[in-house]
Each structure stands twice: as C-alpha cells, then as structure tokens.
C-alpha cells in the first residue's frame, strides 16, 4: 500500500504567516504539522509515500521532509494549481499506478493512528474506508449518511441543510476503483474535482465503501484559532517534561519541554509548554499551551496560548495571548500602554506597540 499526502494549495484563511511558508510547515508545538502526518503513516507501515505541491511551497515542503531521517521512501508529485483533492489523485495516478493507497490531508490532525484502519482495509478488501467525525456545524464540510452496517449511501459537500453530523475527516483508504470514478465525475461550482463526488461515484457504482466513526480528535489547522486550539491539544496530550537546556532562578511548573541550548533564567515557565532549542527566556512569563520555536528570544514578557515561530524576539510586552507570530518577527514596547495583545502577524515582521 502506497501512502499519498496533499500538501498543496495555498493556504489563505491561515494569512499573512502562510504568504511565506506552507500551511503545512506551521508549527504545533514546535513540529510541522506534516511530519506528524508523515509520522502517522510510518507507524501504519507505510513507506512507500508521495506528497503533493504546488510550485509555490512544494520546495520548502521538499526541504522540511528530507532533512528529517524518516525511514520511508517520498516521491514529490506536482499540482499546478489548486483543483480539489479528486484533481490530487488525478495528478498522482502514474506514481500510485495501480496500487491501494491512504489520502492524508497535509494540514489536518487526528488523535490516533491509523493502524486499525489499514489493518481492515487490507483484510476486508472495500473499495474505500473514510474516516469520519461528528461535529457540531456539518455545513462547514462534506458530510456523510451511514447504514446500520456502516456503509456510505450519501455524501453532500458543505450542504446548507445537513443530512447528518458526520464530517469527512480528512483521512481515506482507496483501492484502484477510485481512479475510475474520478474519470466520471465532472468539476464542481467551485471549478474543482471534489473528493465527494468521487466517492459517492463509486456508491452509484455499486462498489463498497465502509465508514469509520473516529471516536478521538479531529484537528483542521486551517486558521488561527483552529492552529492554537491544534497546539493545545497536543502540548496538552503528548508533551511530556523533558528538561534539556539550562534553567537559572526559574520556576518550571507542569510538563514542560525544553530543549537542548535553551536558556531561561529569572523566569517562570508554567506548562504544557515547548520551548525550542537555543531560544532565550529572560524574566519573563510563559503560560500554558504555549509554543516558543528555535532561537526565540522573550524578554520581560508574558505569554500564553500562543504559537511563536522560529527566531523571533519579543521584549517588554506586559502580555501576549492566543496570538501566531511568525518566523524572525520582533514584538517590542514602544509607549506606556500596557495591556493584553492578540496578534497574528507573518515572518519577518516589526510590530512596535
């Protein structure tokens, strides 16, 4: 089985950090949320992995993965322009020939494996397995109708009336059939080939497509908020203490990762929390469920719930909260005001308050 990841598009609702790097690179405590994609595949047994670009990122999605010692083989498939997740598969159909394969959205995070998933799929042989999730406003993505065998009957995308509360996740099983119910569909409204028709095209073509209820957590990452409450969940979850760097005259309270040539001196640190390796943390406040990447430095500062990219300063600011700052920005104090900022701002950034 051959593993294809959709790392395209150009990721505008997560503007302005996305005009200068991929939505898929931005971090969730302090890893791209495509390595725990690519991680999630790994631990299914999957190493055979092809990734889809678009020629505006697809070199820094080329870059990220390769320096990671991953034990998989990538094949890096271009998609000239953004023509739904159908045009994705479309695309890659000389690298997946005629082999079975799991879609993973590049940009989405869930809170368990997908190991039970593959599992089924190579045993029972449907001709898709798609993950789905019960969520509170369905009208936001493709939805789903289930039978009692846990069958799909219907799919409808981002309906106005929603046949059901079950969202497509993000995550689908194909056989080779797929490939020939996207030759039989046509685009979309929006100009695209959706993957919801192409699934409900192998429904009509009498093929079997079974349904899985993820019974974890579901993370879409395609805005600000979605990309904190991401950063949340994991620090939450999966960080455990893990205290590297040197700590002077500090507090650290909680589960608290820092990392190898971190600094934090006259400072408290309350987790969850990642601190990155050589940032600087000098008297000042991090709070929970925050991130603080590589080579930050905070000074006289106070922040939670926040993602802070890599190489970006912040002094004097009396507090920070649920704010994306990007990569080599600079927050600094330029008057007397003191009160609680939130702010999304892009790399390279200068922002005096």
Avoid at 223 to 248: H, P, S, T
Wanted: some cysteine; proline content about 5%.
């Amino acid at each position: 089985m051959k593993a294809l990841i959709l790392s395209g598009g150009r990721g505008t609702r997560l503007r302005p950090v996305t005009y200068s790097t991929a939505k898929q690179l931005v971090p969730v405590a302090n890893k791209p949320i495509l390595h725990y994609v690519i991680e999630n595949i790994i631990k299914a047994g999957i190493t055979d992995i092809g990734i889809i670009i678009s020629p505006e990122t697809g070199d820094e999605i080329k870059e990220s993965v390769l320096k990671v010692n991953f034990p998989a083989d990538f094949s890096f498939i271009v998609q000239d322009y953004p023509g739904g997740l159908a045009h994705a598969v479309k695309v890659a159909r000389n690298y997946l020939k005629d082999e079975p394969f799991v879609m993973y959205l590049g940009d989405n995070l869930i809170g368990s494996d997908i190991n039970d998933f593959v599992k089924e799929f190579e045993e029972e042989k449907p001709d898709a397995i798609i993950l789905l999730k019960e969520v509170e406003d369905p009208r936001m993505f493709g939805v789903a109708v289930i039978n009692e065998k846990g069958e799909i009957i219907k799919l409808v995308e981002k309906p106005k009336e929603p046949p059901s509360n079950l969202a497509l996740v993000g995550v689908y099983l194909f056989s080779p059939s797929i490939h020939t119910a996207i030759d039989r569909i046509k685009p979309s409204w929006r100009g695209e080939l959706e993957i919801t028709d192409a699934i409900q095209e192998l429904v009509n073509m009498g093929k079997k497509v079974k349904a899985h209820i993820l019974k974890s957590w579901w993370l879409d990452t395609g805005k600000k908020d979605d990309l904190l409450n991401a950063n949340r969940v994991v620090l939450d979850e999966w960080v455990q203490e893990d205290i590297k760097g040197v700590v002077e005259s500090s507090k650290v309270i909680g589960r608290v990762k820092i990392e190898e040539g971190a600094f934090i001196k006259d400072s408290i640190i309350r987790g969850p929390v990642v601190i990155g390796k050589g940032a600087k943390i000098l008297n000042s406040f991090i709070g929970p469920y925050t991130s603080i990447g590589n080579e930050c430095v905070v000074e006289n500062s106070s922040i939670e719930y926040s993602v802070i990219m890599e190489k970006s300063e912040i002094k004097d600011i009396e507090r920070i909260d649920e704010s994306l700052i990007g990569r080599n920005a600079k927050v600094t104090k330029g008057s007397s005001v003191n009160k609680a900022l939130k702010l999304n701002i892009g790399d390279d950034a200068q922002v005096e308050i």
